[in-house]
């Protein structure tokens, strides 16, 4: 970790707009305004732009798409602020997550994953990563976790997809650091508005913007950010390299809906509350998991760390037959995989070989209100008992 020099938590505290989250997210990124112009800029479609004759690329910020955008840029700005580091964003999270790894780790590193955490990385840890001599070691989010001596690498997800878990991330960072290995963390679920894993002590954060952070449904979106200019160097050199980068109109679109997730996750935690208790109440429903339940195993972390509880909960009906029964049923549980929009869903992690049991559900609480989703799911479950 020596290598690398981080900025103090103040100098990106000055970076970040004042106000409360609603405020923040409205602002994030935004220019200076200007009479005439929009808000939000309109997304920069361009692949090449023109070059001074005598300067050549020296001069503009914009030489090539590739390796910058001006609407990439201002959406980077929006996440940096919010995360409190400098972010580059990806094509998608999985984009970023391997970036990351494929970057930082090198033949005989070692890195430790979680054992629970989104699977294709997993996967892509096993199929990739060893094969390329990385030493690939697991544990579960909720630990036990072994000695990181020797380790290069730590990623943790927190809460974890889709198992719900959490780590406490000022100790781990702790442990991790003096063994002077580095902490990178996945906010996807929380996203920066529930946890800011870099005040926290993690040296990165990686994410899926498809998710809450974005929350329509309609793109694909991944981020790094970091306070060590060193890794954000490597990190911003390997997209560039490999170009794993979003197109101008996705980034746009992420920016704008950037600016109503302080209100689309109070309603989505609202109703994963409602639902939470309404499903751990039942007889006919089990392993009801919900960070923000008193009495589920991730509550008395979940209730110190973050700042709002996901709008993400799951459980298990007990067979993938009863699962299909239940969505059928809904009128306002869509069958869909991801999480995080508008619209409620639910996702039978096993019909994607993910390692969880047949009925074992993941549900995405949307926007709809709380007594509608309550109602209808009542009478699903009541239809399907
Ligand atoms: C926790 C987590 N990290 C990363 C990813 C990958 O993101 P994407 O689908 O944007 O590639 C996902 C996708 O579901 C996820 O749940």
Redesign the pocket.
């Known amino acids: 970790m020596d290598e690398y020099r981080f900025r103090s938590p103040e100098q990106y505290d000055q970076l970040h707009p004042t106000g409360g989250d609603g405020t923040r997210c409205v602002h994030a990124g935004l220019p200076a305004p200007v009479p005439g112009a929009p808000f939000l800029p309109g997304p920069v479609f361009a692949a090449p732009y023109h070059l001074d004759p005598w300067q050549g690329p020296a001069t503009a910020p914009n030489g090539y798409g590739r390796p910058d955008n001006p609407t990439r840029r201002l959406l980077e700005a929006a996440i940096g602020e919010l995360e409190g580091g400098d972010c580059r964003v990806f094509?998608?999270?999985?984009?970023?997550?391997t970036g990351l790894l494929l970057a930082v780790l090198r033949a005989g590193d070692t890195v430790l994953l979680p054992a629970d955490?989104?699977f294709?990385?997993r996967a892509f840890a096993t199929d990739t990563l060893a094969g390329n001599g990385v030493r690939v070691l697991f544990a579960p989010t909720a630990g036990p976790y072994p000695s990181f001596d020797g380790v290069r690498l730590v990623l943790v997800?927190t809460p974890?997809?889709?198992g719900l878990d959490v780590v406490d991330l000022r100790a781990l960072a702790e442990r991790v650091h003096a063994a002077g290995a580095l902490l990178a963390v996945?906010n996807?679920?929380a996203t920066p508005l529930g946890q800011r894993p870099l005040d926290l002590g993690a040296d990165l954060v990686?994410?899926?913007?498809?998710?809450a952070l974005t929350g329509h449904s309609d793109l694909?979106?991944?981020y790094l950010a970091t306070r060590s200019p060193e890794l954000l160097d490597r990190l911003t050199a390997w997209r560039t390299a490999t170009g794993a980068v979003p197109g101008a109109f996705d980034a746009w679109l992420a920016h704008r809906s950037l600016a109503t997730l302080d209100l689309r996750l109070a309603r989505q935690t609202a109703n994963a509350e409602a639902l939470a208790r309404l499903l751990a109440a039942r007889a006919d429903v089990s392993g009801v998991r919900w960070p923000g339940l008193p009495d589920d195993p991730a509550y008395p972390v979940a209730s110190r760390q973050l700042r709002r509880m996901p709008g993400v909960l799951s459980f298990d009906l007990g067979s993938a037959e009863r699962v299909a029964r239940f969505l059928d049923a809904a009128r306002l549980v869509a069958a869909a995989?991801?999480?995080g929009g508008l619209h409620t869903t639910a996702d039978r992690r096993a019909q994607w070989g993910d390692d969880t049991a047949a009925g074992f559900v993941r549900l995405s609480c949307g926007v709809e209100d709380t007594v509608d989703l309550v109602a209808d799911v009542t009478a699903a479950l009541d239809a399907t008992a």
């Open positions: 094509a998608s999270g999985q984009a970023a997550i955490g989104y294709p990385v997800e974890a997809n889709p996945d996807t679920t990686v994410a899926s913007g498809t998710k694909l979106l991944g995989t991801s999480f």
